[in-house]
């Protein structure tokens, strides 16, 4: 049995949307979102649901340039998945989402899975597997969401 490559990850990614409901990422958890034991109360993000503003923004809301402690270890080539709390209502329609990796605080992002259509339903669990040959160590773990329905808005914390 070859062993697994572990990779500690800042989680970073967030919110979500679907069919009518907002929705915030429960595991792994977010940088920023009050449901994280790590997020210092004074870098809670409260409007963590909304999508990015400007181009100010991004990536990640910039909160991948506060001090951060990793979230999660998810080890490399074993399956991982996402899932989301339902918090309010918005009607979406579901939408699309992908997962991706950074070695280099946020300039460049490795995409690791995609979803097309029904992303991010709170009564389901996404999987994704961490490539075996992603790098050993600290990485930022990224989740983005585009909404199906209503004005496109671009989503990433």
């Known amino acids: 049995m070859v062993p697994h490559t572990v990779l500690t990850l800042l989680v970073l990614i ?5 069919v009518l409901a907002h929705n915030v990422q429960s595991w792994p958890p977010a940088m920023g979102s009050r449901f994280n034991p790590l997020t210092p109360s004074s ?5 963590i649901q909304g999508p990015l503003s400007s181009s100010l ?3 990640c809301k910039n909160l991948h340039l506060l ?3 990793p979230a999660a270890t998810l ?16 009607p979406h329609d579901f939408g699309s989402m992908q997962v991706a ?14 979803w097309q259509g029904q992303a991010a339903d709170p009564e389901r669990r996404y999987n994704f597997v961490v490539p075996r040959d992603a790098k ?22």
């Open 14 to 18: 967030t919110l979500s949307t679907t």
């Open 43 to 47: 870098q809670i993000d409260y409007d």
């Open 57 to 59: 923004e991004f990536p």
């Open 67 to 69: 001090p951060q402690s």
């Open 75 to 90: 080890a490399a080539g074993v399956k991982h998945n996402i899932t989301f709390i339902k918090e309010y209502a918005a």
């Open 101 to 114: 990796l950074s070695y280099d605080d946020a300039k460049t992002f490795y995409v690791i899975h995609s």
């Open 136 to 157: 050993v160590g600290e990485a930022l773990f990224s989740w983005t969401w585009i909404n199906k329905k209503g004005a496109r808005e671009f989503y990433m914390a």
